[in-house]
C-alpha cells in the first residue's frame, strides 16, 4: 500500500451529514453522495472530503460530505460543522473509479496494514476520505484515506 505519515493540526469541516447504518454503509453512501450532486449542494460545499465519525452502540455513525471552512468564512445556510482534531495520520493513497476503489483501499487498511504494520494503531475512530478534482469515474482518478493513528505502547 501507498502511504505517508503526517502530522496535522486540527481544523474545521463545514457540509451535509447523515447518519449511516454500517452494515448499509457501502451502498447507502454512495446514494447520498448521487442526492447530494443532484441537489446541487456542491454550489454550497465543494465536496472535498467524506468523513466517517465514530459509530454509536447500534452501528449507527455520522458521515459527512464536507470541505475546509476557513476562519472568518460565513456558514452557508443548510449546512453543519465540525472539528478535526490535530492527529497523526496514515494517508493511503488511492487510485481508481469510485466507490469501487476506496472501498477496497478502506478494506486493505482494516484487514491487512493495521493488524501488520507492527507501528501504529488508530488512535480515534475517524476516516476520511480526500477526493481530488477530476471524474471520479475514471479508472485513474486520485483520492486519499485518512485514518488518525498512534504508536502502539
Not at 472568518?72 to 472539528?83: A, H, M, V, Y
Request: glycine share 6%; hydrophobic share 40%; charged share 20%.
Amino acid at each position: 500500500m501507498n502511504y505517508k505519515i503526517e502530522q496535522m493540526d486540527a481544523f474545521t469541516v463545514a457540509g451535509v451529514e447523515r447518519a449511516f447504518q454500517m452494515d448499509s454503509s457501502q451502498q447507502e453512501i454512495p446514494k447520498f453522495w448521487q442526492e447530494f450532486m443532484e441537489k446541487g449542494l456542491q454550489q454550497k460545499v465543494c465536496p472535498v472530503f467524506g468523513i466517517c465519525f465514530d459509530a454509536d452502540a447500534s452501528g449507527n455513525f455520522p458521515y459527512m460530505i464536507a470541505d475546509v471552512l476557513k476562519p472568518g468564512t460565513k456558514l452557508p445556510e443548510g449546512l453543519t460543522t465540525r472539528e478535526i482534531p490535530a492527529h497523526l495520520w496514515a494517508r493511503f493513497a488511492c487510485v481508481g473509479a469510485m466507490p469501487g476503489a476506496i472501498q477496497e483501499v478502506t478494506r486493505q487498511i482494516y484487514s491487512e496494514w493495521l493488524p501488520t504494520n507492527g507501528v501504529y494503531e488508530v488512535a480515534q475512530y475517524m476516516e476520511i476520505e480526500m477526493y481530488s478534482d477530476g471524474n471520479p469515474a475514471s479508472p485513474d482518478y486520485y483520492s486519499e484515506v485518512w485514518i488518525p493513528i498512534r504508536k502502539k505502547a
